[in-house]
């Protein structure tokens, strides 16, 4: 018994055929979205590699515009068998092609869905990667005459100032790493002098943090120097004082863009993979329409479209039964290997019998 099964007339199946082809355009066009949506997030990632420890987030753009070029392609295809189904004479070209076309396209299905499950599971593995990432860029932020470092302050700068934001967790990570270049240290300095000798690596703590970590909006002039002195400037005082720098640590601002901008493709994904969808569903449906037609010898006549030929279950049964056909055929009987290898001894025996001349009497 044939699942879903619908009844078509010739006016039908045509009015079919150009609803399928509007859709199928459609479905182009999501998929010139979706490899879009990919390229612009590859691009915002890559903006920030160097404040990343690996790449394993890539993952979700690059699925992006692999399914959205598949896509494009997908439906084209679809576009063109929908202008062949009312030729008889061109239609059956496509028969063979249409099963593959069926599995792309549920592939492509699939596909988004594991975007959309990505986007969320990836979070993890995100914020370690801006963990580390961030870490190693705030302690080369001082190595401005390094090979390879040189732009590594400039980066930290414009990423605290754009994201405003500052440090890894927050501006107290700026204490516990020098952050400033021998190269501008008074080394004949007593104060610098005590602070690399205070230090157990010798290096130049400070309890301030870059200009970049500042926060315009605040009504005070930046306090940058002696953050944890309350004497160092009138009238504040560190416990209680509000300062005015960012608040928020850098991981956690570009946490929440990203997973902000993966998040706000889910909606957009799951409406692509509805409309692909209703493209698989209604190419099936044109499919059987049109063969059924062909079948009857009645182009102008109506026909059963369907889903599934059978029911779910004996369309597993078929389709198991083939693959396991297919295996059976493709692998070599022990046996049969075993018998023909004993009827070949014997045969070259008798051979070697036959042409032994027999002893002189």
């Not at 401005?144 to 930290?156: L, N, V, Y």
């Not at 706000?264 to 569903?281: A, R």
């Amino acid at each position: 018994m044939a699942l879903l099964k619908m009844k078509f007339s010739q006016q039908r199946r045509v009015r079919l055929a150009q609803g399928l082809w509007l859709l199928s355009w459609l479905a182009v066009m999501c998929g010139a979205f979706i490899f879009s949506l990919g390229v612009y997030l590859k691009i915002e990632l890559l903006r920030r590699d160097e404040v990343m420890d690996n790449t394993e987030i890539h993952v979700v753009p690059n699925l992006l515009m692999m399914v959205g070029l598949a896509s494009i392609g997908a439906n084209w295809v679809a576009s063109r068998v929908c202008q062949d189904s009312l030729d008889a004479s061109r239609f059956p070209r496509w028969n063979v092609l249409l099963l593959a076309w069926y599995a792309v396209a549920a592939l492509l299905c699939c596909l988004l869905l594991a975007v959309v499950v990505l986007s969320y599971a990836l979070q993890g593995r995100l914020e370690e990667s801006l963990k580390v990432g961030l870490r190693n860029g705030i302690r080369f932020y001082k190595d401005t005459d390094i090979p390879g470092r040189c732009f590594q302050k400039e980066t930290i700068d414009h990423l605290q100032m754009e994201f405003r934001c500052c440090g890894n967790n927050n501006f107290k990570d700026w204490f516990e790493i020098q952050w400033v270049s021998n190269r501008y240290l008074d080394f004949t300095s007593q104060e610098v002098k005590d602070r690399i000798r205070s230090n157990v690596d010798g290096r130049y703590l400070l309890d301030g943090v870059p200009f970049s970590c500042c926060n315009p909006a605040s009504p005070r002039p930046c306090l940058q120097n002696h953050l944890t002195d309350s004497r160092a400037h009138y009238n504040y005082e560190y416990q209680s004082e509000e300062l005015n720098l960012y608040s928020r640590g850098c991981r956690q601002a570009l946490t929440d863009y990203y997973m902000g901008l993966m998040n706000s493709t889910g909606p957009g994904v799951l409406s692509v993979i509805l409309i692909q969808l209703s493209v698989l569903l209604s190419m099936r449906y044109l499919q059987t329409a049109v063969e059924g037609a062909m079948a009857l010898e009645a182009p102008e006549g109506e026909s059963e479209g369907y889903i599934l030929e059978k029911g779910v279950k004996e369309t597993y049964a078929d389709i198991k039964a083939k693959v396991l056909d297919l295996l059976k055929f493709a692998q070599v009987d022990p046996a049969s290997e075993a018998t023909g290898a004993g009827e070949g001894e014997k045969a070259a025996e008798a051979s070697e019998k036959a042409a032994t001349p027999p002893p002189a009497s």
